[in-house]
């Protein structure tokens, strides 16, 4: 985060919670475009928005799929940004309807990272003399 940012407001945070709701209630309910109707299961796990509410991304966490079918599907939502902002405008009371830009969400893939490097055998061997080492001294 640069330096001069400003922090985040009380109303950025509740602006952003409403339309991360909305989202995933688009998603849930099935209410996408006819290119999205088979699409996996999708969660919209953040949402933030610009200080002056023009606009806001939003970051996806796509079940079931990997990665880089990830950031194709993203890269498609982006294209059809128009129907979701329009969908946001009916229900939610803004000046400006602000422009959806999606994101896939890195969480899960660091997550699956951290996973793998705990469950590796250099760890399990650490874990293992470290609890002999426990045990030695009592």
Same mark, same amino acid.
């Given at each position: ?13 509740? !602006? ?27 969660? !919209?796990?953040?949402?933030? !928005? ?11 966490? !796509? ?76």
């Amino acid at each position: 985060m640069r330096s001069n940012s400003k922090p985040v407001t009380q109303r950025q945070l509740r !602006v952003a919670e409403q339309i991360r709701h909305i989202l995933a209630e688009c998603f849930q309910r099935g209410n996408v475009p006819k290119d999205f109707l088979d699409c996996p299961p999708v969660s !919209v796990m953040e949402v933030k !928005v610009s200080p002056d509410f023009s606009y806001c991304k939003a970051y996806l966490s !796509v079940l079931a799929i990997k990665q880089a079918s990830t950031a194709d599907l993203v890269k498609a939502l982006n294209k059809q940004a128009g129907f979701f902002r329009k969908i946001l405008g009916t229900k939610i009371r803004l000046r400006l309807t602000p422009e959806i830009r999606f994101f896939a969400d890195g969480a899960q893939a660091e997550a699956d990272k951290i996973d793998a490097l705990l469950a590796s055998e250099k760890v399990q061997r650490d874990l293992v003399e470290r609890a002999e080492e426990d045990d030695a001294g009592n």
